[in-house]
T-cell receptor, first 116, second 112 residues
Framework: DAGVIQSPRHEVTEMGQEVTLRCKPI?????LFWYRQTMMRGLELLIY????????DSGMPEDRFSAKMPNASFSTLKIQPSEPRDSAVYFC??????????????FGSGTRLTVV | RKEVEQDPGPFNVPEGATVAFNCTYS??????FFWYRQDCRKEPKLLMS???SGNEDGRFTAQLNRASQYISLLIRDSKLSDSATYLC?????????????FGKGTKLSVIP
């Protein structure tokens, strides 16, 4: 299995530009999560999907952020317009939840975003 | 009170030492608990789940104390390769919810 694949690995953009981050979850996984990591705040959940449907987006910081999952094998996180305070590492993770409740996430390698 | 709290460290220990990390969580309804490991500039990776009865995986032992709402991780015979940040992870909303909350991590450096 190729694991969770994120692109791009690094993104440097100017303030005000649109940024699109991409994620391909592990085939067969039914949950997909977007997290953001900074030194100050650690890992923060932004939004998660179950079977392509957004379940909880309460972690999305503001309207500049949006996420979609058009099918089981692809998701995007978009920031428009971007601001310097959006600079962080953005992780996508996927998981398959089993009845016995023993589950864990598999993370992608992350996208390191720098907004200048 | 934060949902998941950890001592950030760093813990600097010599090779071969035993080191223990603790983590506290705020929601007594939490059902699932994990330890993740994150190497510098890498993604978090699942180290082990934490069961009510405790569990052991080689040199690693995890314990859960529901009454006091804390989780522990014990590493015996530390190796240089154990140097990483260890994240305590909790399902804060209990059964039926699959989102996980991550602590900010405890940094471990194993010194030759």
């Amino acid at each position: 299995d190729a694991g969770v694949i994120q692109s791009p690995r690094h993104e440097v953009t100017e303030m005000g530009q649109e940024v699109t981050l991409r994620c391909k979850p592990i085939s067969g996984h039914d949950y997909l999560f977007w997290y953001r990591q900074t030194m100050m705040r650690g890992l923060e959940l932004l939004i998660y999907f179950n079977n392509n449907v957004p379940i909880d987006d309460s972690g999305m910081p503001e309207d500049r952020f949006s996420a979609k999952m058009p099918n089981a094998s692809f998701s995007t996180l978009k920031i428009q317009p971007s601001e310097p305070r959006d600079s962080a590492v953005y992780f996508c993770a996927s998981s398959l939840f089993r009845d016995r409740g023993d589950y864990g996430y598999t993370f992608g390698s992350g996208t390191r975003l720098t907004v200048v | 009170r934060k949902e998941v709290e950890q001592d950030p460290g760093p813990f600097n220990v010599p090779e071969g030492a035993t080191v223990a990390f603790n983590c506290t969580y705020s929601n007594s309804a939490s059902q699932s608990f994990f330890w993740y490991r994150q190497d510098c500039r890498k993604e978090p990776k699942l180290l082990m789940s934490v069961y009510s009865s405790g569990n052991e995986d080689g040199r690693f032992t995890a314990q859960l104390n529901r009454a006091s709402q804390y989780i522990s991780l014990l590493i015996r015979d530390s190796k240089l390769s154990d140097s990483a940040t260890y994240l305590c992870v909790v399902n804060p909303r209990g059964a039926g919810s699959y989102q996980l909350t991550f602590g900010k991590g405890t940094k471990l450096s194993v010194i030759p």
